[in-house]
């Protein structure tokens, strides 16, 4: 995991996710192909129920495809245990929520460092410190959570989902309780990240959100209905 | 490395909710605090009994009438000739029952006979009765010691006014009587008690002596008994039978051969062959000191079960907190599980907790137990013992509840789905 060994940060073949709910089966994705190559910035639409949450969790090694294959950074991911789950999760993947994406009671600091108790980084605080200052919040480094506004809260998250310097920055509705103002701030970090050489996938149901990526996939009842770059 | 980061998530856990933390650990803090005050307390009993059984001599064997009571049940003692007191007598054993005297004139002569019992030094005995006093409040009752004159070289006992009843007196059954010092003042305050009489059955006994205070074994008081030759209370009241005999034997490492000795010269006297049928029981300090372990110990055990239920009260307590915390932390260990916590490290978090939160409770426990067992100790006259075993004990059994009810509430974070954990409000 220590090397990128791939160009390739995200390669899904043929995703199924299949609910089985009594004698029915649900069908959330349907069979999905994409590729997300490195330095890339997708993202993901659909309404709900179009299953672009069981994509996003598929994606961020938090649920397992019924069956496909799914390649991140070159390693099939599809059927390792939990706990490579879990280390997988720490080393390559970096998660903004759309909500609680802090310990309320934790610093600025302390948030960002989060991922190195799970997992090794070198000059982890040096990283940390210019990570926050990259998302200029370096005045408030040692302020609690809980005294951060929404937009700087994200901000946080975008510094700690970049902590490990991970293949995928993955994005879910990291907008969806900001006004205007703030969603914007976000979203030119996002890009900044982006163009520093970071792989952003990014869920939303916004299209003015979904602009700020260079490619929308869309899914609706499972399945892929287009993919396109996006005209800048 | 990783796991002393864990650690410093969990005491944060603690320390972000103190007054929860403090109230949840409470219950350990009583149940630690009350183990080590009653057991602190016990063994200052312990202590203090058995500095008084030392003092009354390693060298010493109490021969008792009926069977040991630390070693075998009481029979039924009816037919009891002895007086209503029988508490104590002034040999300083433990008595405490009303016995039936089965120690004869003879094994006391026997006991006595330097020629037949070369390692015995000093043969002493008392046949208990009551006497009763006029004093400024009235007639009271005030508890005899008919003693040989050995009574008082035993037990270290000098005269402070008058004299001590001599061999003549008790080969001449004179009705003399020496007064302990508590009885004295109890009986005539500042008066001289010298001249003035003590009346035993229908006998007047003329009081010729008093003797200076003795501090020494709570366990019987010296103080406070009126002694009078054996020969003369047994005549005057037909009680011939001693309580006690006790045997001062000449050097310590005779003392156990001395022991059977006695035993065989006693059932031979009362014609008996089985020593587990004897109507007597031999003791030696040693003896009595072990009997004090095996009562202390029980006692001990018995508190310490007592207040070990307080412990399960409060383990329970712990429990029943740190599902409500897992249940509010849930979007936490959603969040900690996405930036890669494994499932073993959302346990170590929350188990830690609850042992860091028990294992404070402890140590508060001792503080308190510590605290309350000086106060206790204060009002009834006993020094605390804190042993440094006790406290491992503390701690450790406190890291145990910790363990044994943190593991439930830390198997349930652990086991909980990322994504419903992320999803839940």
Do not use: C
Request: net charge positive; glycine share 10%; hydrophobic share 40%.
């Amino acid at each position: 995991m220590e090397e990128k060994k791939s160009d390739v940060a995200v390669e899904m073949t043929v995703i199924k996710k299949i609910y089985k709910t009594g004698d029915e089966d649900t069908v959330a994705l349907g069979g999905i192909d994409f590729v997300v190559q490195k330095g890339e910035f997708v993202a993901i639409m659909g309404p709900s129920g179009s299953g672009k949450s069981t994509l996003m969790h598929i994606i961020g090694l938090l649920d397992k495809p019924t069956s496909g294959t799914y390649l991140l950074d070159g390693q099939d991911v599809s059927k390792i245990s939990k706990n490579d789950q879990a280390n997988y999760r720490n080393q390559e993947i970096g998660f903004v929520f759309q909500q609680f994406n802090l310990l309320s009671r934790a610093t600025v600091l302390e948030n960002v460092l989060l991922p190195i108790i799970y997992g090794k980084k070198d000059g982890a605080t040096a990283r940390a410190k210019k990570l926050i200052k990259d998302v200029d919040l370096e005045k408030r480094i040692n302020h609690k959570s809980n005294q951060l506004s929404g937009g700087q809260i994200q901000r946080v998250a975008i510094a700690r989902a970049l902590m490990m310097s991970p293949t995928i920055i993955l994005a879910d509705e990291p907008t969806g309780n900001l006004d205007t103002k703030n969603s914007l701030d976000v979203m030119k970090i996002l890009e900044k990240v982006n163009k520093d050489g970071a792989t952003v996938v990014l869920i939303t149901h916004e299209e003015e959100i979904a602009a700020h990526a260079d490619r929308i996939i869309r899914l609706r009842d499972g399945l892929i209905v287009s993919d396109e770059k996006v005209a800048k | 490395m990783k796991y002393w980061l864990i650690f410093r998530q969990s005491i944060k856990g603690v320390t972000s909710n103190k007054v929860r933390s403090f109230l949840t650990i409470l219950g350990i803090v009583i149940g630690i605090g009350s183990v080590i005050a009653l057991v602190s307390l016990v063994s200052g009993v312990k202590v203090s009994i058995s500095d008084q059984i030392n003092k009354l001599g390693s060298t010493n064997l109490i021969i008792s009438s009926g069977k040991s009571r630390f070693t075998q049940p009481q029979t039924s003692q009816s037919g009891n000739k002895q007086g209503p007191m029988g508490g104590q007598n002034p040999q300083g054993e433990f008595s405490g029952g009303l016995q039936a005297a089965t120690l004869t004139t003879a094994d006391f002569n026997d006991l006595s006979n330097k020629a037949k019992q070369p390692n015995i030094k000093i043969v002493s005995g008392s046949i208990s009765g009551t006497s009763l006093i006029n004093t400024k409040d009235g007639e009271q009752s005030f508890q005899v010691a008919g003693s040989p004159t050995t009574t008082f070289d035993i037990q270290g006992l000098k005269v402070a006014k008058g004299r001590l009843y001599n061999n003549q007196d008790l080969s001449n059954n004179e009705r003399v009587a020496v007064l302990g010092s508590q009885a004295a003042a109890d009986a005539f305050g500042a008066d001289d008690p010298i001249g003035k009489t003590v009346k035993i059955g229908t006998q007047d006994y003329q009081i010729v002596g008093v003797l200076s205070e003795k501090t020494g074994s709570s366990l019987s008081d010296p103080n406070s008994y009126v002694y009078v030759p054996y020969t003369s209370l047994s005549k005057d009241t037909g009680v011939d039978k001693f309580t006690r005999i006790t045997v001062q034997v000449t050097a310590e490492d005779l003392v156990n051969s001395t022991k059977t000795e006695v035993e065989k010269l006693l059932l031979r006297n009362h014609g008996l062959t089985d020593i587990k049928k004897a109507d007597f029981s031999v003791m030696s300090s040693q003896d009595l000191l072990a009997s004090v372990s095996t009562i202390t110990g029980m006692m001990s055990a018995l508190l310490g079960g007592i207040a070990g239920i307080s412990l399960v009260v409060g383990g329970i307590g712990i429990m029943n907190i740190m599902l409500v915390s897992v249940t509010e932390r849930t979007r936490e260990i959603g969040l900690r599980k996405a930036v890669g916590a494994k499932t073993r490290d959302i346990l170590a978090q929350f188990l830690a907790e609850a042992v860091i939160l028990t294992v404070i409770g402890g140590a508060l426990g001792i503080v308190v137990g510590f605290v309350v067992g000086k106060v206790i100790a204060s009002l009834v006259d006993v020094t605390p013992v804190i042993t440094v075993s006790s406290i491992v004990l503390a701690v450790s059994v406190s890291a145990i509840v910790g363990i044994v009810f943190g593991i439930y509430p830390a198997i349930k974070a652990s086991m909980m789905s990322p994504i419903d954990a992320l999803r839940y409000e």
